[in-house]
């Protein structure tokens, strides 16, 4: 499982959430997608950023997300061939890019991030989609629409969820705008969705 940071970086927030993946059976690897700028700041943060909303899949932080599933599949306590992704704000807009551009990826959970651009990149997911996200969350709602429009037209296998009264950044529990109830029923749709996708069959 490739976990991907918020815009705050690879903070204890994301180490938690990749520590609870472990505690459920799977291997979860959260690269840092700032140590290639030089760490968390202001620049590393834009360039990310403009990167995202500017060059879609062609970017550095896709290639690295990229090396990190192949990095996954190389590892002989893996099973290659049911990798997941899940990323959280930025992380969310990364999880869709990834899915995007590696075949590889068998499921991918992007907790209200933003569109691919451009849009029609949904073109080439390959993977069931998971999109979560609180129905008040100003930054994302307004592109939901297109997003699910373009999935759809796509014919590509897709749920989004919305949760009423709820913001962005719910699931990050080191912040005010954390809320326990949403994030927990949102944590058991994300192992639902991923037993279903992932996991072995007995």
């Given at each position: 499982m490739v976990v991907i940071q918020e815009l705050f970086g690879l903070n204890d927030n994301i180490r938690r959430i990749a520590?609870?993946?472990?505690?459920?059976?799977?291997?979860?690897?959260a690269p840092n997608l700032y140590s290639r700028p030089g760490g968390f700041g202001r620049f590393c943060v834009t360039s990310l950023m403009k990167a995202m909303l500017n060059n879609g899949v062609e970017q550095q932080p896709v290639r690295d997300l990229k090396a990190a599933v192949a990095y996954l599949q190389q590892?002989?306590?893996?099973?290659?061939?049911?990798?997941?992704?899940?990323?959280?704000c930025m992380g969310g807009g990364y999880a869709i890019l990834l899915a995007c551009a590696s075949d590889q990826v068998k499921g991918s959970v992007?907790?209200?991030g933003r569109n691919p651009s451009p849009i029609d990149a949904v073109a080439n997911i390959r993977c069931p989609l998971l999109y979560p996200y609180g129905a008040s969350?100003?930054?994302?709602?307004?592109?939901?629409?297109?997003?699910?429009?373009?999935?759809?037209?796509?014919?590509?296998?897709?749920?989004?969820?919305?949760?009423?009264?709820?913001?962005?950044?719910?699931?990050?529990?080191?912040?005010?705008?954390?809320?326990?109830?949403?994030?927990?029923?949102?944590?058991?749709?994300?192992?639902?969705?991923?037993?279903?996708?992932?996991?072995?069959?007995p």
């Open positions: 520590n609870r993946l472990a505690g459920e059976g799977y291997i979860a690897l590892q002989p306590f893996v099973h290659a061939e049911r990798i997941g992704v899940t990323g959280f992007a907790f209200y969350d100003r930054l994302v709602r307004g592109g939901v629409p297109k997003l699910k429009e373009a999935l759809k037209r796509q014919g590509k296998q897709y749920e989004v969820k919305a949760y009423p009264n709820t913001g962005h950044s719910y699931m990050n529990d080191s912040r005010r705008s954390y809320r326990r109830d949403v994030a927990e029923g949102s944590w058991k749709h994300l192992l639902a969705f991923f037993g279903e996708h992932l996991k072995e069959t």
